[in-house]
């Protein structure tokens, strides 16, 4: 059976090349708003994180219909954190949009979904986007896309992939970049007449592939996938299995079903082969599991996301100020949250630490740990966290370390700190081209090298820099690499910081707290310029005479301190620090508080790093 009346296709790109903006233009021409009704931009963006960011984090699903066919439309996301999303959902479809920035042209995450894509065997309709750009180059990205098929070993019939000049925010599309274009209709037409129907064999025994999860308070959990054979009803009895986990079978039923409308789920009574649905009743089915017929279950093969390559240690807070700004403070809140977050990020792993208040959360990147971090102080947990430590393996017998290639765009008079800054990080420079008026600069190097670089090379690049990273597999460990060169100015007693206290902290290094916050000992209050930790006293009050007043303090000038985003801080701690994560604030602290347990165990480091 071939479904001629139904196509199913993912957007994929890099991170910012425009896949959510032309997704709008898609649904607007294809009739899922009134004509007077009111519409936002980025619509599929709906997750708080994601409007603020103007990132989408998380796939999503949609669908438009043009003329007699319904298009199933998944939007996925374009930073490599989250590239587990891209790589589960492209089971979903039968093709894929590739969109590419006419003046970016291909980007290391362009390159990774493109060879999921390829691997998968799809049909590919590429896309060069913004094309309204004043520094477009259509001549050159075409030839680099090209160059990248070849790269990634595309076939004859992939090779020969048609090719759409877009503009999302415009919302048009034409075959000649030459031709003014009007509207989307010529994508939708490539859509139907390029990317293949669905087939399968509606008579056969049932088979649903679950590649995303979803919650809903009053149905519990929803399973969302493509039915691969057979039809589906509500109230029908059925089995989940899984292909890694064969022994095991647990038998449920159908409660409800939905179809993707649009921006609605709307509920139907059946689906056959082909169909995305989006269906609950089974609660505590995961992503990879199989829904098939109760009597002869057949899992189907899940997609192996790519393993983490860095980990963090989340644990109970345990600073004089824990529990006093959180909802959920204890160890077995944060174990629940932590554990039922696997349940819909495949690539996230959690296991248990060395003792019963911590947990090693391991993730693609520095980001995918901070959107869980920031989502759950959101949330109302408070925790503290560990710098990010990389993944190693042994390979061959040899200790190997996970390496990224990095993309750099920088003007061209600011290359040479740039190379220099990199060259001290163990980085390997692959290519260097200009491009207009700037550089783009390739590099491979190794993941925890970049620890800490990203604020850096803005502050290097004046701002005007543009950085991408993408993992790029195991090399041999590189050797030691010093990153921080600066030391911690940290609270020597705890109290309310003064005015006068702050006034006489701010001649040792920069601020990182104002007047009248609560600090303790231990807690880091701002950066020594030079490397080791200073214990200071931002508390210490002026001593009143019958010549001194209190009001005279309100005449010393202190410099505006430096407050950290959750990100920054993860860049900034090093190994024996930890940051406070609250609903309310952002703390940095030394894992150790009282000075003088801190200062001996200093002391007996250095005397071992001396005895080696």
Do not use: W
């Amino acid at each position: 059976m071939i479904r001629e009346e139904l196509r199913n296709v993912a957007i994929i790109a890099h991170v910012d090349h425009g896949k959510t903006t032309l997704v709008d233009g898609l649904l607007k021409q294809g009739g899922v708003y009134r004509e007077n009704q009111e519409t936002v931009t980025r619509v599929m963006d709906s997750g708080d994180l994601e409007k603020e960011r103007g990132i989408t984090i998380l796939a999503k699903n949609t669908s438009v219909h043009y003329k007699d066919v319904k298009i199933n439309i998944i939007d996925t996301p374009g930073h490599a954190d989250f590239g587990g999303e891209v790589e589960r959902i492209l089971k979903m479809v039968n093709g894929v949009i590739l969109l590419v920035d006419a003046a970016e042209g291909p980007m290391p995450q362009t390159r990774f979904v493109l060879q999921k894509a390829l691997d998968l065997n799809h049909r590919v309709i590429v896309c060069i986007n913004k094309i309204d750009k004043p520094d477009a180059r259509l001549g050159e990205v075409e030839d680099e896309i090209l160059e990248l098929l070849m790269d990634l070993g595309a076939n004859d019939e992939q090779l020969d992939s048609p090719m759409l000049y877009c503009s999302g925010r415009a919302g048009t599309a034409t075959e000649d970049p030459l031709e003014e274009g009007k509207d989307l209709s010529p994508l939708f037409e490539k859509i139907v007449n390029y990317i293949p129907a669905p087939e399968g064999d509606e008579t056969a025994p049932l088979q649903i592939l679950v590649s995303s999860i979803d919650y809903n308070d009053y149905v519990g959990r929803i399973g969302i996938g493509r039915i691969e054979r057979g039809s589906v009803k509500v109230g029908q009895e059925v089995a989940i299995c899984n292909y890694h986990n064969p022994g095991v079978v647990k038998k449920t039923k159908v409660v409800s079903l939905y179809a993707i409308e649009g921006l609605v789920r709307q509920p139907i009574e059946n689906a056959k082969v082909g169909d995305i649905v989006c269906f609950s009743g089974a609660g505590d089915i995961t992503i990879g599991d199989t829904l098939a017929v109760a009597a002869n279950p057949e899992p189907l093969e899940f997609v192996r996301v790519s393993e983490p390559t860095m980990e963090m240690t989340f644990m109970v807070n345990d600073s004089p100020l824990a529990g006093k700004e959180g909802k959920f403070v204890t160890s077995r809140q944060l174990r629940d949250r932590l554990y039922r977050e696997l349940l819909k990020d495949v690539s996230l792993r959690v296991s248990d630490g060395d003792s019963t208040d911590e947990f090693r959360v391991a993730g693609r990147g520095e980001m995918h740990l901070s959107i869980l971090l920031e989502t759950m102080r959101r949330e109302g947990f408070e925790l503290a966290c560990s710098n990010p430590r990389v993944l190693y393996k042994t390979i061959n017998g040899e200790k190997c370390e996970p390496m990224e290639r990095v993309t750099l765009d920088v003007p061209m008079e600011m290359v040479g700190v740039v190379v220099e800054k990199l060259g001290q990080r163990k980085g390997e420079l692959l290519t260097m081209n200009p491009i207009g008026n700037r550089t783009r600069v390739e590099y491979s190097i190794p993941s925890r090298c970049l620890f800490g670089y990203r604020s850096e090379f803005l502050t290097a690049t004046h701002g005007e820099g543009v950085m991408n990273t993408i993992f790029d597999g195991y090399a041999p460990y590189k050797g030691e690499v010093q990153m921080r060169f600066t030391g911690s100015l940290i609270a020597s007693e705890a109290g309310e910081t003064t005015r006068y206290g702050l006034y006489n902290t701010q001649e040792r290094g920069q601020l990182f707290v104002g007047p009248q916050t609560q600090v303790y000992e231990g807690m880091i209050v701002g950066e020594n310029p030079k490397y080791d930790d200073i214990a200071v006293n931002p508390c210490k009050k002026k001593q009143l005479t019958a010549i001194r007043s209190a009001g005279a303090d309100e005449k010393l000038l202190l410099t505006p301190p430096k407050y950290f985003t959750l990100e920054e801080a993860i860049e900034y701690i090093s190994d024996d620090e930890l940051i406070e994560v609250t609903p309310k604030s952002i703390r940095l602290r030394k894992k150790i508080l009282n000075t003088e347990i801190r200062m001996r165990e200093m002391m007996r480091r250095r005397r071992e790093l001396k005895g080696q």
